[in-house]
């Protein structure tokens, strides 16, 4: 404070006033840091031109379902608008599209009859009568519900009941 006092001799009677001028100065060199960055600094800098990747616009499948996947922690699993690949024996291949994402899903199905009993897959059509994995053909979209088989490194899901809206 002395040698401030010497220089400026109206801080000689306040020494408040010579540090209230101190940070006075310093917010006032903050404050103008801070504008310059915000405001001055990005005019100055050279453009350069990134490429932002336009993702394309989704739009929902057309037909009688809308496309869902839910899959609970204990690996029960519901697809609804499942459209059929191919069929080959008990297996059915289908997929689900998001945006331009294609998910491919194997269906293990095991119906079984034995005279008036059934076992294993159940398959319905929309009004829920019971019909045979004949019946189901490449295009259809289906709703699947059972469980996933954790033994296959792709998704593939030991069918319950596979149904065609």
């Known amino acids: 404070m002395q040698t401030l006092a010497k220089k400026f001799p109206l801080f000689e009677s306040s020494p408040r006033l010579a540090v209230f001028s101190g940070i006075s100065l310093l917010s006032f ?92 897959t159940s398959f319905l059509d929309s009004k829920g009568k019971n019909i045979s994995i004949t019946d189901i053909k490449i295009g259809d979209n289906i709703v699947v519900s059972g469980n996933l088989n954790p033994n296959y490194k792709e998704p593939t899901i030991k069918a319950d009941v596979v149904r065609i809206p």
């Open 29 to 120: 060199a903050f404050s103008f840091l801070l504008f310059a960055s915000i405001y001055l600094l990005p005019h100055l800098l050279p453009v350069t031109e990134t490429a932002i990747a336009q993702s394309p616009k989704w739009t929902p499948p057309t037909g009688k379902s809308m496309m869902e996947v839910h899959i609970a922690n204990n690996g029960l699993i519901f697809l609804q608008g499942a459209k059929v690949e191919s069929i080959t024996g008990k297996t059915i291949i289908v997929s689900t599209f998001w945006n331009l994402a294609e998910f491919k899903w194997t269906i293990q199905t095991d119906e079984s009859y034995y005279g008036p009993r059934h076992f294993g």
